[in-house]
């Protein structure tokens, strides 16, 4: 599909490289509109801007062909913002929130702002992926895997869309050269939990991983009252021994492209049934 009406964000902020790339890999498709993060906005889900929060926004005018501009605000926000503006008059044709630097496979799509951008479009009826590389802002992401294969994927779900409502599809590559890739896989999200999630801060932590506050487009500055302590998340992955085979991380971390299908609309309909069996439902 050609000439589309494309808006774009992400929760690592305008500057990442990874929305860089996913706006010159989508300009092929259309229209390219970009309303991202002005900073990191990791572990957001889909939370919004609620509370009369100020929001600043900037318009960066056009790289390419793409139109650049940036929020202070939540992925979710952005995207709330790009209907409200940009397109007002017609929504875009599909929303992409990536790529994201680092996985969002397993539980992690639970809090995921890349995602939750993705909900927040398809609450709005709109077509949505989310794309991440499961990198963890290495200084030069290797992108060349999701350059040759992404555009086969969004060709054929574009073709073939879906008849259910609150679907959005999340799709996650693996951190190594397109020639390394295994293949591609229709995967569920796994299960696991993270434990010890917090330690006390340590921006050193970070930056001996090549991670900086200006990275994360944040101030190396924190705010500190009298009595605080500083503490922040890190965390160790506990895998379950339920996974079978298709958990989309276990497939990822053998040298898969992932792709789960998530709904917004998460009732357990097999739940409410059992519910429904132990005579709930009464009048009163």
């Not at 990874?18 to 970009?34: D, P, R």
């Not at 086969?152 to 959005?168: E, F, N, Q, S, W």
């Not at 991983?209 to 890190?234: A, K, N, P, Y």
Request: with cysteine.
């Amino acid at each position: 599909m050609k000439d589309m009406r494309i808006l774009l964000t992400n929760d690592d902020g305008y500057r990442a490289k990874g929305i860089e790339m996913l706006s010159k890999i989508m300009e092929a498709y259309g229209e390219v509109t970009v309303v991202a993060p002005k900073e990191h906005q990791s572990g957001m889900a889909a939370a919004v801007d609620l509370g009369l929060k100020p929001l600043a926004y900037k318009d960066l005018g056009l790289s390419g062909k793409t139109s650049w501009s940036y929020l202070s605000g939540t992925p979710a926000s952005c995207i709330k913002f790009g209907l409200n503006f940009p397109f007002k008059e017609q929504k875009p044709d599909i929303v992409l929130s990536g790529i994201n630097h680092g996985s969002n496979a397993t539980m992690g799509s639970l809090y995921s702002g890349t995602l939750g951008a993705c909900m927040e479009a398809t609450l709005n009826g709109i077509l949505a992926i989310g794309v991440s590389l499961d990198d963890f802002f290495t200084q030069e992401p290797d992108f060349s895997a999701i350059e040759a294969y992404l555009p086969d994927i969004l060709d054929k779900i574009m073709a073939h869309p879906t008849t259910r409502k609150g679907v959005y599809y999340n799709i996650n590559f693996p951190a190594v050269p397109k020639d390394q890739v295994k293949g591609i896989v229709v995967a569920h999200q796994g299960l696991g939990h993270w434990e010890k999630e917090f330690t006390r801060w340590n921006p050193d932590l970070w930056a001996s991983r090549g991670i900086t506050m200006d990275l994360l487009g944040r101030s190396g500055q924190v705010q500190q009252e009298e009595g605080e302590e500083m503490f922040m998340m890190i965390g160790e992955f506990v895998d379950d021994a339920h996974n079978d085979p298709l958990a989309d991380h276990h497939k990822l971390a053998e040298g898969y492209i992932t792709i789960v299908a998530h709904n917004i609309y998460s009732t357990d309909e097999e739940e409410t049934r059992r519910l429904e069996s132990l005579n709930l439902n009464t009048r009163f």
